[in-house]
């Protein structure tokens, strides 16, 4: 196997190659831990994370991102990560069909990746993949988390720039960013700015940020559906490549702790998991707890 993972090092100029690594990644096949190891990243490429609630407009802006960013010639990589349902552990991998316009260009390799479980708006093999696609060459990688609120604060330890997407219906939503993503973001985008109230949400946004003494995050407002206000996110993505250089030890603190659980966690089946509780829950005495500590030692 080990002459199979070599033959399959990840190179943006063969999109194939790019893909059997991130299946080999994705599914555990034989051969992912010494394809991981064997990763060369010879290229600082910019993370960007793209984040907010469900409806927000995050795959058309990542539409207009990538018009905006090819017209550099540049390769660009996008991680679509979509819920996964908790009762067939299936997801319908949506983003696929609002980048449609992306999907065959030569220069976009988009991958649509499933939460399986997971509670913080990133797939658990998010980081591995990430990692494939920065040791791949792409200039630019964009993930697209799941709309689930709060929890997507996982995407800091991931990103090096994170794009928080609000839209103006968001209303009395805007208090509780406060308590959580207010702090993830590196910058907030007001989308379908051409609504009603937009203007005074975005006021009511920049208030919130101006009661911050540092680090104040700018806010930027677009229509993505007509790629208006696309040039000034871009400007700043470029300006803020460097956004988190000082917080790389944190990062990588947070990526090897996200790991560690992972591994830890990989024999926990959730079918097996949901089929014996099925049984055990058929005995009257049935207590939870009993339960855990008798099967995994909890």
Known sequence: MQNT?????????????????????ENDLAGAGELLKSLAFNKATPIIGITGP???????????????????NNKIAVLAIDPTSPFNFGSLLGDRIRMSSHFNHPDVFIRSLATRGSLGGLSAKTIEMTDVLRASGFDYILIETVGVGQSEIEIAGLADITLLVLVPESGDEIQNIKSGLMEIA??????????????????????????????????????ASKNEGIDEVINFIKSASHLKNNKKELLLSEKAYKLIQERR????????????????????????YNFLDSNWQI
């Open 265 to 288: 966690m990989a024999n926990v089946d959730k079918k097996k998991l949901r089929q014996a509780i099925a049984e055990a829950l058929a005995k009257p005495e049935f207590n939870l």
């Open 186 to 223: 590196d910058a907030f985008i007001v989308n379908k700015a051409d609504r009603a109230d937009a203007d005074l949400f975005t006021n009511n946004l920049k208030k919130i940020i101006q009661q911050k003494k540092e680090n104040k995050q700018p806010v930027f407002k677009t229509i």
């Open 5 to 25: 993972v070599n033959h399959i090092q990840p190179n943006c100029a063969d999109f194939r190659s790019v893909a059997r690594a991130l299946t080999i990644i």
């Open 54 to 72: 469900p409806g927000a407009g995050k795959s058309t802006l990542v539409n207009s991102l990538i018009n905006k960013l090819l017209a550099n």
